[in-house]
């Protein structure tokens, strides 16, 4: 017997909370909203919330929820004061001084602190690549007094303030120094932040259900939200997580008023909810995720320079764009740039086109002989399936062979940690991350250190670091260029093959949806 959807989705949820996704408090909310729960169809909700541990792109979300940083990025890429109330960089860009802004509280109340802030920065630098580079020119950080800190260097180095607002992986957000102080914070750790809601424990249920409500102690600041920065209004009482079956029982759930929002909708069901006047489509996202292809340089065929060159004129990204969005041209954008086009970086330096012929012709002075190249094809996530199997169809254009290696993301996460099975993968990267050269960890050509793929080119990593240690805007953007440049002609870290947009899917109800380039929920008001 056929489950029905309002049946699929209270087993979603589970007892207790199939009931609380219904419910709605007295209390009304401010400008228009009328408080309530907002209930929302995610693509996953995080098994561990160490927001500082591993890159995880749901604890990443759940975090924006919970805690607050010090910087956070507009909708132009410029980094403005979140926590922090003012600051200032002495002349010789050794020494930052941070001022916090007032009535910044825990979720119980207390105070936070310039302690909080100094062990908080100091844990997320031993795990982030980033931060590695500024522990490894870092003079002294201390706190100064309960409102405030300073952090010296013992070299110049431009990019504090920027990397201070980075907005995802790894983000440094700021917890209480009793946590922070903790290297790893355990599976069992149930984040208490400073943020705009709290994490409801009591309504956990992990892979399938998450609460937050609103917190009482947060203070906004006063100026509109602006993508990740500005003020983080709340009107909503809740906000729930859940984690449907299939998309299609996401379609039938907001459809019939069972959820409120969709993190991610398929491109096949955009038209059915265009259809539907109680549901639009919204973009959170306008720079979109960059597809990328990545070549193992350790071993098999593109451990040879020729065939990473013959990979850059293989790959044809409006093959791929169309292919992974159903041909909808609004939902993605060709793009030559390693930093990604929309984002401060973008650049078309360097860049080849499509050339199928000179392709086949550096394919022949690879001595490439037909042995068959391993493609991995991850089978459970759309897009992933989608683009492996136009990589085959570009590769058998070109004259190979082509031996697909089928899996769950799982799997093959786990599979290509081995060298010498593969020789292809392709994948994505969010713009928060694919946005600089230093927050990208494919664009890292450290070797055996590298991501599984491991490109190996001490230069690309020589102008990573002299892009750190800059302070001028404009010689940073001339190294970036310099970097893509090398990439394009020499390393090949991966192929990009453009960005695109997963749209998302609201009720008519809701209004205000923060565009943030990750899920927030600040600034969203449910009318009845």
């Given at each position: 017997?056929e ?41 996953g909700?995080p ?27 507009d ?13 200032e ?11 916090l802004?007032?009535?910044?509280a ?73 946590d ?13 932040g ?6 409801n ?26 993508f ?26 907001i ?5 409120d929002?969709i ?10 909810l ?18 990328y292809?990545?070549p ?8 040879n ?48 086109k ?18 068959p190249i391993?493609?991995f ?22 004259g ?9 993301i799982?799997t093959i ?12 993968q ?5 713009s928060?991350?694919g946005g ?7 664009f ?5 250190k ?11 990593e ?6 750190a240690m ?9 190294l ?29 109800n ?18 009845a």
């Amino acid at each position: 017997m056929e489950i029905s959807r309002r049946d699929g989705l209270k087993a979603a949820l589970g007892g207790a909370a199939a009931l609380a996704l219904g419910t709605r408090t007295a209390r009304a909310a401010e400008a228009g909203g009328s408080g309530g729960a907002l209930r929302c169809s995610m693509g996953g909700t995080p098994v561990f919330f160490d927001p500082h541990m591993l890159a995880s792109y749901p604890t990443r979300d759940a975090s924006y929820m919970v805690f607050d940083t010090l910087f956070s990025m507009d909708s132009k890429g410029n980094v403005r004061p979140q926590m922090v109330e003012k600051y200032e960089t002495s002349s010789d860009s050794r020494t930052y001084r941070f001022k916090l802004r007032p009535k910044l509280a825990w979720h119980d109340g207390t105070p936070v602190t310039g302690k909080d802030c100094v062990a908080s920065i100091r844990r997320w630098m031993r795990h982030d690549g980033i931060g590695q580079l500024i522990q490894a020119n870092l003079a002294d950080l201390k706190a100064d007094g309960d409102d405030g800190f300073t952090l010296s260097l013992k070299e110049p180095m431009g990019i504090i303030v920027e990397t201070l607002g980075k907005g995802s992986s790894v983000v440094p957000f700021i917890l209480r120094a009793s946590d922070a102080e903790k290297d790893d914070l355990g599976a069992a750790y149930r984040p208490i932040g400073s943020g705009p809601f709290t994490f409801n424990a009591a309504m956990y249920q992990p892979n399938n259900h998450i609460v937050f409500d609103r917190n009482p102690h947060y203070v906004p600041r006063d100026e509109a939200a602006d993508f990740l920065a500005g003020g983080k209004k709340v009107y909503l009482d809740r906000v729930e997580w859940v984690v449907l079956p299939n998309p299609s029982s996401a379609i039938a759930a907001i459809q019939a008023g069972e959820i409120d929002y969709i993190q991610w909708v398929d491109y096949d069901s955009v038209g059915t909810l265009k259809a539907d006047k109680n549901v639009r489509i919204v973009n959170v996202d306008p720079i979109g995720k960059q597809g990328y292809l990545r070549p193992n340089h350790a071993a098999g065929a593109f451990s040879n320079p020729k065939m990473l060159q013959a990979l850059l004129y293989l790959v044809d990204q409006e093959a791929f764009l169309r292919a992974i969005t159903g041909n909808k041209p609004e939902f993605y954008s060709v793009c030559p740039a390693y930093f990604m086009c929309g984002l401060p970086y973008a650049s078309d330096a360097g860049a080849p086109k499509p050339d199928l012929a000179k392709a086949k012709a550096l394919m022949k002075e690879a001595g490439y002989d037909g042995k068959p190249i391993r493609n991995f094809q991850i089978t459970n996530i759309p897009a992933h399936n989608i683009a492996g199997l136009v990589t085959a169809q570009l590769l058998k254009k070109a004259g190979a062979t082509v031996q697909s290696m089928p899996g769950d993301i799982a799997t093959i996460l786990q599979r290509r940690i081995d060298k010498s099975i593969w020789d292809l993968q392709w994948g994505y990267i969010e713009s928060f991350d694919g946005g600089s050269p230093l927050s990208n960890p494919y664009f890292r050509a450290n070797g055996a250190k590298a991501m599984p793929g491991w490109p190996d080119d001490p230069e690309l990593e020589r102008l990573r670091t002299a892009f750190a240690m800059e302070v001028d805007a404009k010689k940073r953007m001339g190294l970036a260029i310099k970097m893509q440049q090398r990439a394009y002609s020499v390393s090949v870290p991966y192929v990009p093959t453009g960005q695109y947009r997963l749209p998302s899917a609201v009720r008519t109800n809701v209004k205000d949806v923060i565009i943030s380039g990750a899920p927030v929920f600040w600034s969203i008001k449910k009318t009845a």
